[in-house]
């Protein structure tokens, strides 16, 4: 069984810059591709950007060029580096495997772009 949970949200002005962190417990990470995922409200939640087991990447276009997700399979964290924030990326951001049924999901961490 994974547990996930994510850390890093906050308040942020547009253009501005935070990491977020997710730490899994549970050896099924070290087997799995794992993405990050966000839901806006009043919106469904979607896949953002994955990370498989190698280190290869996928973003959606809507983050493409400024987030950058990353893993470390020692510690069994992954990470999500986002850059030039825009107020539509406001939203709870959730951990969870990737490309297959998720795992329980975590509380997710808070990102709010605001001036």
């Known amino acids: 069984q994974v547990q996930l949970v994510e850390s890093g949200g906050g308040l942020v002005q547009p253009g501005g810059s935070l990491r977020l962190s997710c730490a899994a417990s549970?050896?099924?990470?070290?087997?799995?591709?794992m993405g990050w995922y966000r839901q806006a409200p009043g919106k469904q939640r979607d896949l953002i950007a994955a990370?498989?087991?190698?280190?290869?990447?996928n973003y959606a276009d809507s983050v493409k060029g400024r987030f950058t997700i990353s893993r470390d399979n020692a510690k069994n964290t992954v990470s999500l580096q986002m850059n030039s924030l825009k107020p539509e990326d406001t939203a709870v951001y959730y951990c969870?495997?990737?490309?297959?049924?998720?795992?329980?999901w975590g509380q997710g961490t808070l990102v709010t772009v605001s001036s």
């Open positions: 969870n495997l990737a490309y297959r049924s998720p795992a329980p």
């Open positions: 549970g050896s099924i990470f070290r087997i799995h591709a």
């Open positions: 990370i498989t087991i190698g280190g290869s990447t």
